[in-house]
T-cell receptor
């Protein structure tokens, strides 16, 4: 595709529910990143994939958060037992290789009520 | 631990003026310093980036100045235009270990007035 695509663009869910956020990176980009951006803050790193494997998941806040990239392209960020504090914009980015210029999607705005 | 400090938090500049945003970093392992521009409802878009082997990089109206000894870098927007009104983030990353991921500043909301 022309850019990084994230779906849905908005998601409202009830506290305690499970959500999945999808990221479709730029074709041919091997590196994929997830970031979380709270209101008025800069993006915070969550997890990085090189190919299919999670190379660095040190930013995931707790074990309710999990991400996969089974075929080395599309990635899904999964959040179990959502809490109101999980409300934020979740950003996905991809780059041709690790450390290369990162291109961001438009984000998924998650609201937990 | 905030590894990249950004100032000011907000900035109002008249059309045609110079906008200056400053960042300071702590981790000496950082060796890539990009600036991102973000409009409401959009993801950050890479504006310009620098590596520490040069002290300045210019692309059109945008210039990064880099001071390795002071661990500071800044973005200058010359001839600022209303279309430049957005939030700007500095960031930094390195090649290894905990530095090997983009760490962002807290952002500067720029408003360019007519």
């Amino acid at each position: 595709g022309a850019g990084v695509s994230q779906t849905p663009s908005n998601k409202v869910t009830e506290k305690g529910k499970y959500v999945e956020l999808r990221c479709d990176p730029i074709s041919g980009h091997t590196a994929l990143y997830w970031y979380r951006q709270s209101l008025g803050q800069g993006p915070e790193f969550l997890i990085y994939f090189q190919g299919t494997g999670a190379a660095d998941d040190s930013g995931l806040p707790n074990d309710r958060f999990f991400a996969v990239r089974p075929e080395g392209s599309v990635s899904t960020l999964k959040i179990q037992r959502t809490e109101r504090g999980d409300s934020a914009v979740y950003l996905c980015a991809s780059s041709i290789k690790w450390g290369g210029e990162a291109f961001f999607g438009q984000g998924t705005r998650l609201t937990v009520v | 631990q905030q590894q990249v400090k950004q100032s000011p938090q907000s900035l109002i500049v008249q059309k045609g003026g110079i906008s200056i945003i400053n960042c300071a970093y702590e981790n000496t392992a950082f060796d890539y310093f990009p600036w991102y521009q973000q409009f409401p409802g959009k993801g950050p878009a890479l504006l310009i980036a620098i590596r520490p082997d040069v002290s300045e990089k210019k692309e059109g109206r945008f210039t990064i100045s880099f001071n390795k000894s002071a661990k500071q870098f800044s973005l200058h927007i010359m001839d600022s235009q209303p279309g430049d009104s957005a939030t700007y983030f500095c960031a930094a990353s390195g090649r290894t270990g905990t530095a090997s991921k983009l760490t962002f500043g807290t952002g500067t909301r720029l408003q360019v007035t007519l």
